[in-house]
């Protein structure tokens, strides 16, 4: 028994290896079957239900970045448009400055130079006043100095003589000689 066991293994071996010699990566025909029922009903899906949703929002999608492309454009052509009148708007208020600071120039400068002229002008005339005034005083205290002066010289004439002097006589000679010394200087 032993022998026609192992026999009947080794038959049932050799036909459970020329069982297993069939290629299990080959699919069936039942399984070729629901296999390409199952791939069209997927396709069939795919084609009608899931992809037009997502073609509609690629489509969106494309067409909101056309359009947003389009506003940036349009918003930097407005924006260069803005920058050239603000730079134009700047040297004009950079010139009409610079004319301003000139003409104040021009003004500042008149007045100061008006300004300078009734100045020196009123100097002028002061210097005049003074001057007229410093001679006038000059004259009045030289009148008066010589008065004086000719007064001290008759006491002092009258004491060293001892006798009196005519106060007029004596005078005239004072007013005489202080006049020709004078002239002199």
Do not use: H
């Amino acid at each position: 028994m032993a022998l026609s066991t192992v026999l009947l293994l080794a038959a049932e071996g050799a036909e459970t290896v020329t069982k297993e010699a069939s290629n299990p990566i080959l699919p069936t025909s039942n399984e070729l079957f629901w296999g390409g029922l199952t791939f069209c009903l997927l396709w069939a899906l795919m084609k009608f239900v899931f992809l037009p949703p997502v073609v509609r929002i690629m489509k969106e999608r494309n067409d909101k970045v056309r359009d947003d492309l389009a506003a940036a454009e349009e918003a930097k052509a407005r924006a260069d448009a803005d920058l050239a009148g603000y730079e134009q708007n700047l040297v004009t208020a950079r010139a009409e400055g610079s004319r301003l600071i000139d003409d104040a120039r021009a003004q500042a400068d008149a007045v100061r130079k008006e300004t300078l002229g009734a100045a020196e002008a009123e100097v002028a005339t002061q210097r005049q006043t003074a001057a007229a005034e410093i001679a006038a005083a000059k004259t009045a205290a030289l009148a008066e100095l010589r008065g004086g002066v000719a007064s001290i010289a008759v006491g002092a004439a009258e004491t060293i003589v001892s006798k009196p002097l005519d106060q007029a006589a004596q005078m005239q000679v004072i007013e005489a000689y202080v006049n020709s010394a004078g002239s002199k200087n």
